[in-house]
């Protein structure tokens, strides 16, 4: 009985822990691409980006918030989301961040 009780509460701690982890996005800014973004790690002026359960997150940084989204989605495409310090970013706000990238695309060619 003792060795069906530890099981089972070893068995949930797994479980828990791997739930955790897979649900926690941390970091100030949470960027998350529109695609498949074809790298994991980037740097914008100075502040380092890691991809983190599909979003690329950052620590806060001396750049204005919307400077910040429209380097990233300069070096990465189009976002779908973009949010600091626990805000999202509205439909407005977003389009502003995303004209960056479109700018960059367009240039490109």
Do not use: H
């Amino acid at each position: 009985m003792f060795r069906s009780f530890v099981s089972a509460v070893i068995t949930s701690a797994a479980l828990l822990a791997a739930a955790g982890v897979q649900a926690q996005t941390s970091g100030y800014y949470v960027a998350t691409p529109a695609a498949k973004p074809a790298k994991d790690r980037l740097i914008t002026r100075s502040t380092a980006w890691q991809l983190q359960n599909g979003a690329f997150v950052a620590a806060r940084a001396p750049e204005r918030d919307l400077v910040l989204c429209q380097l990233v989605a300069r070096d990465i495409g189009a976002l779908s989301s973009f949010s600091a310090g626990g805000k999202a970013y509205d439909a407005a706000q977003l389009g502003k961040c995303n004209g960056k990238a479109a700018t960059t695309a367009v240039a490109s060619n």
